[in-house]
């Protein structure tokens, strides 16, 4: 062995050496397992990785390759890695396993990786892997008993812990080596009907399911059928291989590819689903005939006669692959657009993708007087059934069916960012004094990080209303939502003194972060209104002060 091999050896030995001994001493090994049946143990996978001058353990995926210093520093050849360094590396794993295997540090496969910077660039190995099999047994043993107990008999919604076990397990080829794509769906249909009765938790059970799949298609499936270039910043690229055809095996598996697609585009949020159109696409590359169904008519996981309504006055076309809704107006009028939002409402309700768009044909084009808004046809399908005031509550009934915190209109972007529902609840609100109600519940799930419409509204909101006692916890809530490029043009209003203990009587109770946000766009920064309590006397002076330590 060269000296060079020899040095490698020893630096990727001794952090390997090191993180054994420092990972066997902690004290919450045991606990993490307890947690639940479907874990046998905490590590399954851990690369060692090699520079010269730096040598690190990964034990997850993100990993970025450091530039090396531009002096001349020895690098090793492919042949003299595969020589010496990595039996070396081998053996002392091999060593520590036999060692530490039986405990809850391991799980019951362990693949030990490497990856070193080579004269041929930076190299990456398969090292070790190693099966406990035992404790694989006792795992599957695990699986079944827990789909019986808890899933085919269960009355009780599951741990999302355990969900993100399972989900993976099932797709495991180590464990399934022989993937039974209907028994595997049924299995994902199961953990979603037991939770159901927890719908708070069941978005996280959704996520951790479309993870696993996800991790299968682009792990397994697919680069058995494309060339792919996976990126850290956005989607992967896929080529389709010369020759490649879906054999029996990949006839079936196609499903399980199409049934993650169409869980990504009914649950994921909307900067997602462009991943399941993608696999869709790639199903029918591979001459998928379901695919193509879907591409061109929808998932199919929504009944036909929701998809569709044609008759003398409208016809309405919906595709959930793509998240659009066609829509054409043929008599313009309350019936028309009544019966278009009753086929919105029963989309939605039928699990289509919130954050989808509205590609209208109608020779009315209207728009609400907010600032900001998308001038989209989605916007101005809203915009012209707000003009009959029959069509009220029905809109209001496609708002609460549609409002989705995290999910936008598939035709806003950037600026115009809008959550679904907005068009509807902006113009009732700025109609009816009714639908006062229904902007607060908007508001508490607002994404302000994503979305800044909100502040045209407010602007457009506070100029019609004014303070009353009605509008102020409406502004208050618009308030707390805005972002901070919002300047309210409220002061001459607040000289009345009637009208300003209105609005400290809304901000009562607040958190400190939201007493600040609702005084920003009015007054500035709390110095500024700090500087006028002090100037100001009698009630007004109080009621300044009360407006600052309002939570």
Known sequence: MS????????????????????????????????????????????TVKYQPGRTT???????????????????PSREQILGEVLPGLAAAAQQRLDQLADTPLIDYRFRLRAK?????????????????????????????????????????PTDPLETMFLSRHLLDPHLFPVLDVGWTIARFEQIQLVNKPAPESLAEHRGDMIH???????????????????????????????????????????????????????????????????????AKQLGSSRAARMLKEGSGSIVPDAIALDNPELACAANDVFATVHITIRQEGAGAYGQALAFLVRLLGLGFPKSYQIKLKSGVK??????????????????NALAYPELQPPLEQYARAAIEEFEMYADTEGEKNCMPGTYATFGLALANTHYF????????????????????????FAAQYGLTAASAPVLVACLRRCTDHLKLKLLPELDDDDKLALLCDAMRGLDDHEVERVIY???????????????????????????????
């Open 212 to 282: 696993a799949v996800k991790d299968w298609a682009e792990r397994q499936f697919l680069p058995r059928y494309f060339d792919v270039r996976h990126s850290s910043y956005g989607p992967n690229d896929y080529a389709l291989k010369p020759g490649a055809a879906l054999d029996g095996e990949g006839s079936e598996q196609i499903d399980l590819l199409l049934y993650g697609a169409v869980m990504i585009l009914r649950h994921e949020p909307s900067y997602s689903k462009s991943t399941g159109v993608t696999f869709i696409n790639l």
């Open 57 to 75: 353990i990964l034990d997850l995926d993100l990993d970025f390759d450091e530039p090396i210093s531009s002096r001349r520093m020895e690098l």
């Open 3 to 46: 000296t060079l091999q020899q040095q490698i050896l020893e630096e990727m030995r001794t952090e390997l050496e090191d993180w054994f001994d420092t990972q066997s001493r902690r004290d919450d090994l045991a606990s993490i397992k307890q947690r639940t049946t479907l874990q046998m143990g905490v590590f399954s996978e851990i």
């Open 521 to 551: 766009p009015v007054w500035g920064k709390l110095e500024k209104l700090g500087a006028l309590a002090r100037k100001a006397s009698g009630r007004r002076k109080q009621l300044l002060l009360d407006i600052l330590t309002a939570s």
């Open 116 to 156: 070193i910077r080579a004269i041929e660039g930076m190299l990456q190995f398969d090292v070790l892997e190693y099966v406990h099999a035992k404790k694989k047994a006792q795992l599957l043993d695990n699986i079944h008993a827990f789909i019986a107990t808890r899933l085919q008999a269960g009355v009780q």
């Open 366 to 383: 209207q728009y609400l007087a907010v600032k900001g808004l998308a001038r989209s046809d989605t916007h101005r399908f809203f915009a």
């Open 437 to 460: 109600s229904l902007v607060q519940d908007y508001m508490a799930v607002v994404d302000e990080e994503h979305q800044s419409v909100q502040d045209g509204f407010t602007a457009a």
